[in-house]
């Protein structure tokens, strides 16, 4: 993977308990000197998501963009699938089934 790329893979339950912290690791990623180009945000390991933790996915977006990055998803479950089907959030963010599928677009 390039060093182009940072991986950040939460886990459990992003919801209104955790989307604080999630933010948080965000903006220190967004705010370094050394900012990545792409944030990839590896959701296989999410059990659930909820509307704060949906929030908490387009403020790292608009983070990671103000830092001049692309933020991209992968290893979204079922359940978040839906989520960003219902609420058209697959016309925000770019999101790949797998990290290998977001990696073969990089060649």
Known sequence: MSNEVKVIQPSGRLDVTTAADFRRQVNDIASATNSPKYLLVDLQEITFMDSSGLGALVSALK?????NGEMVICGANDQVQM????????????????????????S
């Open 63 to 67: 983070s990671i963009r103000n830092s």
């Open 83 to 106: 989520l960003f089907e219902l609420t058209s959030m697959t016309k925000i963010f770019k999101i790949y089934p797998t990290i290998d599928d977001f990696n073969a677009t990089l």
